[in-house]
T-cell receptor, first 115, second 120 residues
Framework: EPEVTQTPSHQVTQMGQEVILRCVPI?????FYWYRQILGQKVEFLVS????????KSEIFDDQFSVERPDGSNFTLKIRSTKLEDSAMYFC?????????????FGPGTRLTVT | AQTVTQSQPEMSVQEAETVTLSCTYD???????LFWYKQPPSRQMILVIR??????QNATENRFSVNFQKAAKSFSLKISDSQLGDTAMYFC?????????????????FGTGTLLAVQP
């Protein structure tokens, strides 16, 4: 069964450094999402992406964040200058435009630790 | 604003028993979808069950079923014959049925979760 994959599974970085989190969505999906979950808290929407542009972003998704689909398969989230409060689990998700259930398929997540 | 509320931070149930997790939501929309996601210790998000708001019939998936009360904006999850593998965090989530070009703005709105422990 096709699945969303994410790399790395765990990233440790120092405050102020740039990080890039990578996702490979399911191949025939056209909508892509990033969500964040701070430890012990709920999952929060960051951004959605369609047709090579951001379609919606939350207030969390400030100028330090960017997303890109550099080729036909990868979808990346970049944090330019990480802060301690960026430590969280980051989930990528994708969905199929013909799936009228609006189900989003989640990757296994990347745990980001900022020290 | 659209919100999802899960009022039970933690629940415990004996193996083979039945447990119900509650969820309420707030929206002014009429067309939407509701989901229950399971997050085991691995932290993978796994879809358990979904409900379309325009369907009166409650969704069921094997041991999992929902009680969807649209007027009350309530969407509870019932787990029958609980198993040790059901131990996980359970999140209720909501998405609008967007009428735009395809649904790229279909962000999921999650509740705060209920930690379910199944006791042997």
């Amino acid at each position: 069964e096709p699945e969303v994959t994410q790399t790395p599974s765990h990233q440790v970085t120092q405050m102020g450094q740039e990080v890039i989190l990578r996702c490979v969505p399911i191949s025939n999906h056209l909508y892509f999402y990033w969500y964040r979950q701070i430890l012990g808290q709920k999952v929060e929407f960051l951004v959605s992406f369609y047709n090579n542009e951001i379609s919606e972003k939350s207030e969390i998704f400030d100028d330090q964040f960017s997303v890109e689909r550099p080729d036909g398969s990868n979808f990346t989230l970049k944090i330019r200058s990480t802060k301690l409060e960026d430590s969280a689990m980051y989930f990528c998700a994708s969905s199929n435009p013909w799936d009228l259930s609006y189900e989003q398929y989640f990757g296994p997540g990347t745990r980001l630790t900022v020290t | 604003a659209q919100t999802v509320t899960q009022s039970q931070p933690e629940m415990s149930v004996q193996e083979a028993e039945t447990v119900t997790l509650s969820c309420t939501y707030d929206t002014s929309e009429n067309n939407y979808y509701l989901f229950w996601y399971k997050q085991p210790p691995s932290r993978q998000m796994i879809l358990v069950i979904r409900q379309e708001a325009y369907k009166q019939q409650n969704a069921t998936e094997n041991r999992f079923s929902v009680n969807f009360q649209k007027a009350a904006k309530s969407f509870s999850l019932k787990i029958s014959d609980s198993q040790l593998g059901d131990t996980a965090m359970y999140f209720c989530a909501f998405v609008n049925r967007i009428t735009s070009y395809g649904g790229a703005t279909n962000k999921l709105i999650f509740g705060t979760g209920t930690l379910l422990a199944v006791q042997p």
